[in-house]
């Protein structure tokens, strides 16, 4: 079983920036690809961000491309997601999820349970 426990959310001016954390605990953290995802209410789940159990590769969407970055501190279990220039339409739910492969790859097998982000205009 793994746990992961998301932090850092809030509600931030148009321009500025974020940085969450997700703190996992259960199946060794340094295994598992880890990823971000977003949801608004009403709409589906999309994906943000993704980072492989090493950090070597990531991956983002389009629409998080140049303004979030992620990484990951494998000695504390922790990945992160440093969101910069944040837009309205950042504003979502945004959770963390893991993956039981060293790449970003298949369905997330563990989430957890959501930081609100609120941009305001």
């Known amino acids: 079983q793994v746990r992961l426990v998301e932090s850092g959310g809030g509600l931030v001016q148009a321009g500025g920036s974020l940085r969450l954390s997700c703190a996992a605990s259960?199946?060794?953290?340094?295994?598992?690809?880890m990823g971000w995802f977003r949801q608004v209410p009403g709409k589906e789940r999309e994906f943000a961000a993704a980072i492989s159990a090493s950090g070597v590769m990531r991956y983002y969407a389009d629409s998080v491309k140049g303004r979030f970055t992620i990484s990951r501190d494998n000695a504390k279990n922790t990945v992160y997601l440093q969101m910069n220039s944040l837009k309205p339409e950042d504003t979502a739910v945004y959770y963390c999820?893991?993956?039981?492969?060293?790449?970003?790859?298949?369905?997330?097998?563990?989430w957890g349970q959501g930081t609100q982000v609120t941009v305001s205009s």
């Open positions: 999820a893991s993956v039981n492969n060293k790449i970003w790859a298949g369905l997330p097998e563990y």
């Open positions: 259960g199946r060794t953290f340094s295994s598992s690809a």
